[in-house]
């Protein structure tokens, strides 16, 4: 399978975010891919995945949009992968709702006229770089090691919960994240907190809330001696960089910690436009770990926050 | 029930608003209702596709599918059940060009109700423009104003989608903000268009509308045939 991945087309569903917000999550990672010779193909024309898995069992309509999608994706591709933990967590729930639930795929399909089995695959880009890749060929396409940044590989819960409908990796202490960062050459720091939840939406209505959990999650990945966090997760980069200013704010023994998409940090091990990066656009500066990632040199200066205050524009 | 008299391949039998009616298969659904003796102010417009008045809901005997129509294109079929939405109530945002942004939030900031698109698609199957309504509110709702104001163009605002919508969303309204937005902000300035406002105003072609105005009939209608575009 990894044998000839340039005649594999995987179908890409960016998501909302990814074309505003995350737009630095999704350039960094179409390049990145370009560089493993994996061809995407972005479909066109979608819409929104609705964000949330609908917990009523009756609620059709709420997988209508999700359906579309993977019916969509079939015309070019059995492999369909999104970036954004929601979009993901969405997709794959539906598909497995599809799969084994006959009366949802029934009145799915007669909604939609289509005859849709579940037989495309919901595929996250980690999975498809251990899988369909291998992390041993990701370590060989390596040219600027990320020697000198240690590195909390931050889960948060869409990926992996729930983990009978998920089946993305080990619930508890998930590894695969660990495993990408360690193959582009990071310096990997296993911190409990790594699949706490961020507080996800409650940042429309709960600042103060999401700013303890936030404060939780980043202050235990460093006293276990993380510099920085890199997670999936358009609304996790949101509440725990694009807010940070909220825990600075409210904890004043806090110090900025930088975090990452990991497909900025695969795109940087593999040499791809540092533009396509957007460090300028996270709230929590990663320039001097950067610059230290470059001089291959370590630094303990701390880094700062950026005043300017954004605001959520969806919500 | 007219026309008795008719053979059964040249009429058609139609039902408006459930009543009963035998016409001729020749006519338009608008042509049908006048022949069955409906005086229409409003539903009917310009008569040539253009201006959304007529938009138009049907089945078709023992068919669960709603299908739709502009009256003044669409022929009768035989078993067509059928009635006209003339008009649909619409909330427009009143707004000033000049202060907008073209971005997703400024429409969100008009229009909140886009949120509550949950995607049925049921706009999109009831235009009788074929027009991928639900993708061009995506489009917009992610911010890509070119994209919905391509997809929209043809939109001729009949409401027909408004009145399907479970979200109460008024799609076409959203449309028409999208292309402003587009014209006003995005697409590139027509700097012919400015070069011929300009003539206008140096007074280049006065002479010749005065020659028009004081043109007799006959002349005109010359004039008029030789038209570069008449060639």
Request: proline residues 4%; contains cysteine.
């Amino acid at each position: 399978m990894a044998e000839n991945n340039s005649d594999k087309n995987i179908v890409y569903y960016p998501g909302c975010t990814l074309h505003t917000w995350a737009k630095s999550l999704s350039d960094t990672f179409i390049e990145s891919f370009k560089k493993l010779d994996i061809n995407l193909h972005e479909l066109s024309d979608w819409s929104c995945c609705q964000a949330v898995f609908p917990l009523a069992r009756d609620n059709i309509m709420g997988l209508v949009p999700a359906a579309r999608i993977l019916i969509q994706a079939r015309e070019h591709g059995d492999i369909l992968t999104t970036l954004c933990s929601f979009c993901f967590n969405v997709l794959r729930r539906t598909n497995n709702a599809i799969q084994t639930d006959g009366e949802i795929r029934a009145k799915l399909n007669a909604y939609l006229e289509e005859d849709y089995t579940g037989d495309v695959h919901v595929l996250h880009p980690l999975e498809i770089l251990k899988v369909m890749v291998g992390f041993d060929k990701l370590k060989s396409k390596v040219t600027k090691p990320c020697g000198n940044i240690k590195i909390g590989p931050y889960y948060g819960c869409q990926l992996i919960r729930p983990p009978k409908e998920m089946k993305f990796d080990d619930p508890e202490d998930p590894k695969l994240l660990d495993m990408f960062l360690e193959s582009i050459g990071c310096e990997v720091v296993n911190f409990p907190f790594k699949v706490e939840c961020c507080g996800s939406y409650q940042i429309v209505q709960g600042e103060d809330m999401v700013a303890d959990r936030a404060y939780a999650i980043l202050s235990n990945a460093r006293k276990n001696g993380a510099e920085a966090i890199a997670l999936s997760c358009p609304l996790c980069f949101y509440n725990l960089d694009t807010r940070q200013n909220l825990i600075t704010q409210k904890y004043t023994d806090f110090s900025p910690m930088p975090v990452f998409y990991f497909t900025e940090l695969m795109g940087m091990a593999l040499g791809i436009d540092e533009g396509l990066c957007g460090f300028d656009k996270h709230k929590v500066d990663p320039g001097i770990l950067l610059e230290s990632l470059q001089k291959s040199s370590d630094t303990q200066e701390h880094v700062t926050v950026k005043n300017d205050q954004n605001k959520l524009g969806v919500n | 029930m007219k026309a008795n008299n008719e053979s059964n391949q040249e009429t058609a039998t139609i039902y408006i608003m459930g009543k009963k009616h035998l016409v001729p298969k020749a006519l338009t659904i608008l042509n049908a209702l006048e022949y069955a003796g409906y005086r229409l102010i409003r539903g009917c417009g310009c008569r040539g596709g253009f201006c959304g008045a007529c938009g138009t809901v049907y089945r078709m005997q023992g068919d669960y599918k709603l299908r739709n129509a502009l009256a003044c294109q669409t022929k009768v079929e035989d078993g067509m059940y059928l009635t006209q939405i003339p008009f649909y109530p619409a909330n427009k945002a009143i707004y000033n060009m000049d202060e907008l942004e073209p971005t997703a939030q400024q429409i969100i900031d008009l229009y909140p109700e886009i949120f509550r698109c949950v995607g049925c698609n049921s706009c999109t199957k009831i235009c009788p423009q074929d027009i991928q309504v639900m993708d061009y509110v995506n489009a917009a709702l992610r911010g890509d104003i070119a994209r919905a104001a391509d997809i929209s163009f043809d939109c001729i605002m009949c409401g027909l989608c408004a009145s399907r919508c479970p979200g109460e969303l008024v799609q076409y309204y959203i449309g028409l903000l999208c292309r402003r937005l587009y014209a006003k902000y995005i697409a590139k300035p027509a700097k012919h268009l400015a070069g011929r406002v300009n003539e206008i105003k140096d007074g280049k072609f006065d002479n010749d509308i005065d020659e028009l105005t004081k043109m007799d009939t006959v002349k005109l209608k010359e004039l008029y045939a030789q038209r570069d575009i008449e060639k």
